[in-house]
């Protein structure tokens, strides 16, 4: 399996962080667009499973090393800078409760485990979402979790049971989808979104494209079909679903299968035409730093209002996320991400390494004291501003 770049893969990522980006700017068009992280989480399976069974299938060998470094440096920058800017703009910003909770969140969040912290405070739809602008990041949370135990299984089953990679990863898939589904209806639909074991088999889908589109041979009118169902599926469930949708259960299969048959499609003119242009390939390389920036840009724009956000307000955050997402990934996730190169030496692997763990480690310190008391000493309830002072703020915008 030979790992080469698709022009395409951007394009359908920039179409899982719009669809997120509209939904979260409660744009009614787009009362299904939190699919989005399905079709993310697919992508990653399908990526993930691609470099791994390509470097054992060539090597004979894995490097987790390189892999959780090549990992931490896709991840780790970009995650620390929107905490931390998180952090400082909610001190000023928030009531002390809504402080104390955030710093909750931001503590979970850089351990990798905040997707446990959200589950524990009710349900991703809940209105006390809008006073959370760290709950988007429950999914990096399952992403790095599925990475801890997924390259271990995959190598050692390519090394040991090679026949049954396939079969062995089907179980795995239809398991996962079913626990899904009977724990949703089974009253525990919270659990079923924020946690692992409930999402493996959209991870498993990705990876499972790779074994049938292997040395494939289709026609341009079969990749034609391909696309248009693919591009058909995600769309309307990001149109046609809303948050009562049982969500992620047998439902789940169609934005999910939607993202598979784009994978697996090979080039086309439609495809060229609505994933591999520009502007698509250009949001596709900045997703991650959108779906970053967006979602603390939104609660602390409308935390000082219930109402829904206008027109002109959805489209002036929207533009200030793009500028946002654009600014952190040229200046931060690009720089870092391109450090794990294999022929850099092994200490700036180790700088890297320190210095991130070095600056975590301090914004938890920070973040704990905030969770423990709800502000710091020097910040009365005098010294934040008040609603009515944001809202008259927001007003002039």
Same mark, same amino acid.
């Given at each position: 399996?030979?790992?080469?770049?698709?022009?395409?893969?951007?394009?359908?990522?920039?179409?899982?962080?719009?669809?997120?980006?509209?939904?979260?700017?409660?744009?009614?068009?787009?009362?299904?667009?939190?699919?989005?992280?399905?079709?993310?989480?697919?992508?990653?399976?399908?990526?993930?499973?691609?470099?791994?069974?390509?470097?054992?299938?060539?090597?004979?060998?894995?490097?987790?090393?390189?892999?959780?470094?090549?990992?931490s440096r896709r991840l780790f920058p970009a995650l620390i800078v929107t905490?931390?800017?998180?952090?400082?703009?909610?001190?000023?910003?928030?009531?002390?409760?809504?402080?104390?909770?955030?710093?909750?969140?931001?503590?979970?969040?850089?351990?990798?485990?905040?997707?446990?912290?959200?589950?524990?405070?009710?349900?991703?739809?809940?209105?006390?979402?809008?006073?959370?602008?760290?709950?988007?990041?429950?999914?990096?949370?399952?992403?790095?979790?599925?990475?801890?135990?997924?390259?271990?299984?995959?190598?050692?089953?390519?090394?040991?049971?090679?026949?049954?990679?396939?079969?062995?990863?089907?179980?795995?898939?239809?398991?996962?989808?079913?626990?899904?589904?009977? *724990?949703?209806?089974? @009253?525990?639909?919270? %659990?079923?979104? !924020?946690?692992? =074991?409930?999402? /493996?088999?959209?991870? &498993? +889908?990705?990876?499972?494209?790779?074994?049938?589109?292997?040395?494939?041979?289709?026609?341009?009118?079969?990749?034609?079909?391909?696309?248009?169902?693919?591009?058909?599926?995600?769309?309307?469930?990001?149109?046609?679903?809303?948050?009562?949708?049982?969500?992620?259960?047998?439902?789940? *299969?169609?934005?999910? @299968?939607?993202?598979? %048959?784009?994978? !697996?499609?090979? =080039?086309?003119? /439609?495809?060229?035409? &609505? +994933?591999?242009?520009?502007?698509?390939?250009?949001?596709?390389?900045?997703?991650?730093?959108?779906?970053?920036?967006?979602?603390?840009?939104?609660?602390?724009?409308?935390?000082?209002?219930?109402?829904?956000?206008?027109?002109?307000?959805?489209?002036?955050?929207?533009?200030?996320?793009?500028?946002?997402?654009?600014?952190?990934?040229?200046?931060?996730?690009?720089?870092?991400?391109?450090?794990?190169?294999p022929s850099l030496k092994r200490p700036k692997h180790t700088r890297f390494?320190?210095?991130?763990?070095?600056?975590?480690?301090?914004?938890?310190?920070?973040?704990?004291?905030?969770?423990?008391?709800?502000?710091?000493?020097?910040?009365?309830?005098?010294?934040?501003?008040?609603?009515?002072?944001?809202?008259?703020?927001?007003?002039?915008?």
């Amino acid at each position: 399996m030979i790992s080469e770049y698709r022009k395409d893969i951007d394009g359908l990522r920039a179409i899982a962080v719009l669809a997120v980006l509209m939904f979260h700017l409660d744009i009614a068009l787009f009362s299904g667009g939190y699919i989005g992280v399905d079709v993310f989480f697919v992508i990653s399976g399908y990526l993930i499973s691609k470099n791994i069974l390509s470097e054992v299938d060539s090597t004979g060998r894995f490097s987790f090393k390189n892999f959780y470094i090549r990992r931490s440096r896709r991840l780790f920058p970009a995650l620390i800078v929107t905490v931390i800017a998180t952090i400082v703009t909610a001190t000023f910003m928030f009531e002390p409760e809504h402080l104390k909770r955030m710093a909750g969140a931001a503590v979970y969040t850089l351990g990798f485990v905040s997707n446990f912290y959200f589950w524990q405070e009710g349900g991703y739809f809940a209105i006390s979402g809008d006073y959370k602008p760290l709950l988007h990041t429950w999914s990096l949370s399952v992403e790095e979790q599925y990475y801890l135990f997924y390259p271990i299984a995959l190598v050692l089953i390519r090394k040991w049971l090679r026949p049954l990679t396939l079969v062995l990863l089907t179980i795995a898939l239809i398991t996962s989808l079913l626990l899904s589904d009977y *724990l949703y209806y089974d @009253g525990r639909p919270n %659990a079923v979104f !924020f946690l692992l =074991p409930t999402r /493996i088999f959209e991870f &498993l +889908l990705g990876a499972v494209v790779l074994f049938f589109s292997h040395n494939k041979k289709q026609s341009v009118l079969t990749n034609q079909l391909l696309t248009i169902t693919g591009l058909t599926a995600i769309l309307l469930t990001a149109v046609f679903y809303d948050p009562t949708t049982p969500n992620p259960t047998l439902y789940a *299969l169609i934005p999910c @299968g939607g993202a598979v %048959a784009l994978l !697996f499609s090979g =080039p086309c003119s /439609i495809r060229s035409l &609505l +994933l591999e242009n520009k502007p698509m390939i250009w949001i596709g390389k900045i997703s991650y730093s959108l779906y970053l920036v967006h979602w603390p840009l939104i609660v602390f724009y409308s935390y000082n209002s219930t109402e829904k956000l206008s027109y002109n307000s959805a489209a002036m955050l929207f533009c200030i996320s793009i500028v946002l997402a654009a600014t952190l990934h040229y200046l931060v996730e690009k720089p870092l991400r391109h450090g794990n190169n294999p022929s850099l030496k092994r200490p700036k692997h180790t700088r890297f390494i320190i210095g991130y763990l070095s600056l975590a480690l301090a914004t938890v310190l920070i973040s704990s004291v905030f969770w423990a008391r709800g502000s710091l000493q020097w910040r009365s309830s005098a010294n934040y501003l008040s609603r009515a002072e944001i809202s008259g703020f927001n007003e002039a915008l």
